[in-house]
């Protein structure tokens, strides 16, 4: 319906004409249009336009039901992040074992994510996030009675890191694959805006109450929360009507020709091909936060786990900005070079931290831009991958992006952490950062050609 002001300025616009001469109204109305068009679209524009341009993926029923429950439950990983990394630097006192975590925790990704993107193609995806969720629900509860039993073996924390890695590897593909099918194309890159905004809003309140529960009330009590934070997800995806139908049809085909045919595609796929390699260099060298923030925290800023928990809030913050700001203006940004010039303004700030290491101020604010660009970063890559593929190959293609981004963590995990033991504990962000930035910059030369050819907006959306 049209508003009251647009019919009121309608009526007005009909009479001031009618008492003009012809030529005089010709005159008057090429001076005039411009202002009537500029004010008819500004009084169009309501909170209900706004917002529904902001969150236009949560109009679309399916994904607000998964959205509700994932927001919930992310804070729950949050806090159950935060403890356990706190917890085994305490239990180890070393930063390459807390490194060498996430090669228990991630290291299935890198061996099991290709045969997830046939799985998903082979099942409904609704059936297999179902039972993912129960079980790290089961894993999350299992860790709130070890530790409160206090149970202090390393291995068994990394055994069970290994549970969650090899749950992580079937989920998170699973998930991305889902998204398009929820909302489609056009709303696609406003979800994954949404779902990084819920996931880093979460960075923020999770580590927060993580913090407090740790110092007053234990540990243990992070991974029981978290532990129950999964009903609420269980219950908003059983809402969902879409099932996520497989779409390989011929299921007696061998997987690892299809596995295959996935990799086969995107390495020949010149639009996606120099993104996922800019991801491979952003996610072994520029991501591990949850290695150098304990040991940041503890180490190098003197202090306990109220300083790491805001750290890792301050990191959230940062981020959450940076959804927030993808999520209203990522359409718009149309430049082919944003993701590399991100990708290079991570490199030159990690650098940069060497000189401020000691100040919590200074770090404080590092962090904060830290986050920000990080999450413009992925989120930018997610929508260049997704825009420039075919569905027949998404899940794999989707599968092998997540094999990237969380497959990369081990490496990088376990570099950094030995860089901080060889180099000194201050060192870690500086030398993440001289390499990622060094072979972003050679990639960026040798590919500028195909980044350029690479949709970054839907077609649709460039005619709207």
């Not at 500029?38 to 902001?54: A, C, E, P, V």
């Not at 949850?290 to 790491?308: C, F, M, R, S």
């Not at 660009?373 to 899940?395: E, G």
């Amino acid at each position: 319906m049209a508003s009251i002001t647009t019919i009121s300025l309608n009526i007005y616009t009909q009479w001031y004409y009618s008492c003009l001469s012809k030529t005089q109204a010709i005159t008057k109305k090429n001076d005039y249009l411009c202002t009537i068009f500029i004010y008819k679209q500004l009084s169009d524009m309501s909170i209900t336009t706004i917002l529904r341009k902001t969150f236009s993926a949560l109009y679309h029923k399916d994904y607000k039901n998964f959205w509700v429950g994932q927001a919930i439950s992310t804070v729950g990983g949050m806090i159950q992040v935060t403890a356990l990394s706190w917890y085994v630097y305490q239990i180890s006192g070393s930063p390459f074992l807390l490194g060498l975590m996430g090669v228990f925790e991630f290291g299935p990704v890198l061996l099991l994510t290709l045969f997830a993107g046939v799985l998903i193609e082979r099942f409904p995806k609704k059936k297999i996030l179902l039972v993912t969720q129960i079980v790290f629900m089961i894993q999350s509860l299992t860790l709130a009675v070890l530790v409160w039993q206090g149970v202090t073996s390393y291995w068994v924390f990394a055994m069970l890191a290994l549970v969650a890695g090899t749950t992580m590897s079937i989920e998170q593909p699973t998930r991305q694959s889902y998204f398009v099918e929820l909302v489609g194309k056009i709303d696609l890159p406003n979800a994954i805006s949404l779902n990084s905004t819920t996931f880093n809003l979460a960075r923020i309140i999770g580590p927060m109450i993580a913090g407090i529960i740790m110092k007053y009330l234990g540990t243990a009590q992070c991974f029981l929360i978290n532990g129950l934070s999964f009903i609420p997800v269980l219950y908003g995806i059983n809402l969902i009507s879409v099932v996520g139908k497989p779409r390989l049809k011929n299921v007696k085909k061998n997987v690892l020709s299809e596995i295959k045919e996935g990799v086969l595609y995107t390495v020949r796929n010149e639009k996606i091909l120099p993104t996922f390699l800019i991801v491979l260099v952003i996610g072994i060298f520029a991501m591990n936060y949850n290695v150098i923030l304990p040991v940041l925290a503890k180490d190098v800023l003197q202090g306990d786990e109220h300083t790491y928990s805001t750290l890792m809030s301050l990191f959230g913050l940062g981020s959450l900005l940076g959804a927030l700001f993808m999520g209203s203006a990522g359409k718009d940004i149309r430049s082919k070079n944003f993701l590399v010039t991100v990708a290079l303004s991570i490199g030159a700030l990690q650098m940069a931290s060497l000189l401020f290491a000691h100040s919590f101020i200074i770090v404080a604010s590092f962090l904060i831009a830290l986050g920000f660009l990080s999450l413009c970063f992925l989120n930018r890559a997610n929508t260049r991958i997704q825009l420039n593929i075919d569905d027949k190959y998404r899940s794999r293609v989707m599968s092998i992006y997540v094999l990237v981004v969380t497959g990369s963590t081990p490496l990088g995990n376990t570099f950094t952490g030995w860089a901080m033991d060889t180099a000194g504990k201050s060192y870690g962000f500086f030398i993440d950062g001289v390499i990622a930035f060094t072979v972003v910059m050679i990639l960026f030369i040798v590919y500028r050609n195909y980044l350029m050819k690479a949709k970054v907006v839907s077609d649709k959306d460039k005619i709207l």
